[in-house]
């Protein structure tokens, strides 16, 4: 199974930026490689539901919830096996736990059924 660990969040005041990084491993030799998957980003707040932020396909295609357009950007390193969520203009409803995500097939199927679950996450705060 694939191991994702996220990293970069922190506490920052409205406007403020940060990038969050999500680096893959755990691959099988002769199976799927990182520039092969679909990769994204989740966040949950206390009394929310998780909620999908971005995605990034396997191509470089990506896609934003509409809280986030224009503020928000994914990208990938596929040498580094990493996908990055850079935050910029945060605002206080941004505030959540941050999870990354893998999807091997694509078109909204994610390989784990609640993404927002079992996972590290980072947190974002933003204040006031």
């Known amino acids: 199974d694939l191991r994702l660990m996220e990293s970069g969040g922190d506490s920052v005041q409205a406007g403020g930026s940060l990038r969050l990084t999500c680096t893959v491993s755990?691959?099988?030799?002769?199976?799927?490689?990182?520039?092969?998957?679909?990769m994204g980003w989740y966040r949950q707040a206390p009394g929310k539901r998780c909620e999908l932020v971005s995605a990034?396909?396997?191509?470089?295609?990506?896609d934003y919830t509409d809280s986030v357009k224009g503020r928000f950007t994914i990208s990938r390193d596929n040498a580094k096996n990493r996908v990055y969520l850079q935050l910029n203009g945060l605002k206080p409803e941004d505030t959540a736990k941050y999870y990354c995500?893998?999807?091997?097939?694509?078109?909204?199927?994610?390989?784990?059924?609640?993404?927002?679950?079992g996972g590290q996450g980072t947190q974002v705060t933003v204040t006031s």
């Open positions: 755990g691959f099988t030799f002769g199976g799927f490689t990182f520039d092969e998957i679909h």
């Open positions: 990034i396909s396997n191509t470089g295609s990506t």
């Open positions: 995500a893998a999807s091997h097939e694509g078109g909204g199927a994610w390989d784990s059924l609640d993404p927002c679950y």
